[in-house]
């Protein structure tokens, strides 16, 4: 029989002091909630079996609380707090214990993990199934986990935070010529993890919003004057000088037929030399 023979607090530690069979002691710095689980107060006698989980328990005590801690406050799945513990040099065998023990009080658990962090993503971040897709598979989800929270989103609810994305990015795009304002769009929400046919469709339907035909004019001229300047052109294109433009112009999103009717149309010759 081993018996308790001491327990001492330090700080948020006990020691804990057994007498073995052969009268020897051993001595062991543990948590409390080691203490509380193995139920040890002076005198208590433990069984051999007991003994020796708890020596297994206490083995990995240091290394657990640590790793417990940090997954309370930084959420993880198995193979993230495997490379936690890796980077930590703790053992392999141990990494195994922690984890499992981590897995049996539900501190560690990829479903619950996935749920909650499509959650997050989706409907505060608006990300969408691609990056959220992506992201759960960097953190070593299995397939079937990430599918099961993945179909939580709805495809009325994707649309919807598609909305809520292109809305909050219309704004900064207003300046933009329509073909570079809409390119910068598709490529905003598919960053974002939307699917990229779907993002330009969502886009084209929305052209009316980034501005009219008659803003798009203004600014097209605005430019075409600035890069007239820039080239030191003050009269009529020669056939070199219209290439320049016309690359420098599409360069800037606008469309080959919007440049060819501006130039053609002659209607900013004379700003061009101002």
């Known amino acids: 029989m081993i018996t308790v023979q001491n327990l001492k607090k330090s700080n948020n530690r006990y020691t804990v002091t057994f007498q073995l069979n052969d009268s020897s002691a051993a001595v062991f710095l543990v ?35 640590k790793a417990m801690n940090y997954a309370v406050r930084y959420p993880q799945t198995e193979a993230t707090m495997k490379k936690y513990l890796e980077n930590r040099m703790v053992p ?3 990494i195994i214990s922690i984890i499992a023990k981590l897995k049996q ?15 997050n993503h989706f409907r505060f971040h608006h990300e969408g199934k691609i990056k959220i897709r992506f992201d759960l598979r960097g953190k070593g989800v299995c397939e079937t986990i ?29 300046s933009k010529p329509l073909r570079k304002g809409m390119l910068l769009m598709t490529h905003y929400l598919v960053g974002k993890g939307y699917d990229r046919s779907i993002s330009e469709a969502f886009v084209m339907a929305k052209a009316n919003q980034f501005h009219n035909s008659i803003e ?11 890069i007239c ?9 020669d056939h070199s000088q219209k290439e320049k433009v016309i690359k420098s112009l599409m360069a800037k999103g606008y469309s080959y037929f919007t440049i060819k009717n501006l130039i053609e149309s002659g209607s900013s010759d004379d700003e061009s030399t101002v």
């Not at 009080?105 to 959650?119: A, H, K, L, P, S």
């Not at 798009?216 to 600035?226: P, T």
């Open 105 to 119: 009080i539900g501190i560690i658990d990829d479903e619950v993990f996935t749920i909650n962090y499509v959650e």
């Open 146 to 174: 990430i599918e099961k929270g993945i179909n939580t989103i709805g495809n009325q609810a994707e649309t919807t935070a598609m909305e809520i994305l292109f809305d909050r990015k219309l704004s900064s795009l207003k």
């Open 31 to 65: 948590s409390e909630d080691l203490v509380v689980e193995y139920r040890l107060i002076p005198g208590k006698i433990l069984e051999d079996f007991a003994f020796q989980s708890f020596k297994k328990a206490a083995d990995i005590d240091e290394y657990f609380h």
């Open 229 to 237: 300047k820039h080239l030191g052109i003050t009269k009529a294109l």
């Open 92 to 94: 392999d065998d141990k």
């Open 216 to 226: 798009e004019i203004d600014l097209i001229r605005k430019d075409y004057v600035k």
